[in-house]
């Protein structure tokens, strides 16, 4: 059983940046492609970010392509999405997730198998 645990949310203005991270327990991280989603108010979570198992791809949603970057740390068994010219569109909460697969890492949020609590991420104009 992994366990995963965000970290990093916060306030911050338009514009600003923030950098939000995920440790994981419980399980061989390296054998686990991670990803990010989020979650805004009345609104279905969507995908975010992808990593594989070695960092060499990585994947995003075209609405933070260029903006955000997703990368790991297997030695500190920790995902890393750093934030940058935020939007107030880019409030939400930020969930990590894991899925046992050391292919492509998926899009869906069905494919993965674990999740953290999630931290708020919140954009003020």
């Known amino acids: 059983q992994v366990q995963l645990v965000e970290s990093g949310g916060g306030l911050v203005q338009a514009g600003g940046s923030l950098r939000v991270s995920c440790v994981a327990s419980g399980g061989t991280f390296s054998f686990y492609a991670m990803g990010w989603f989020r979650q805004a108010p009345g609104k279905e979570r969507e995908f975010v970010a992808a990593i594989n198992w070695s960092g060499g791809r990585l994947y995003y949603a075209d609405s933070v392509k260029g903006r955000f970057t997703i990368s790991r740390d297997n030695a500190k068994n920790t995902v890393f999405l750093q934030m940058n010219s935020l939007l107030p569109e880019d409030t939400a909460v930020y969930y990590c997730?894991?899925?046992?697969?050391?292919?492509?890492?998926?899009?869906?949020?069905?494919?993965?198998?674990?999740w953290g609590q999630g931290t708020q991420v919140t954009v003020s104009s």
């Open positions: 997730a894991a899925d046992r697969n050391t292919g492509p890492p998926p899009h869906n949020d069905y494919d993965y198998d674990y």
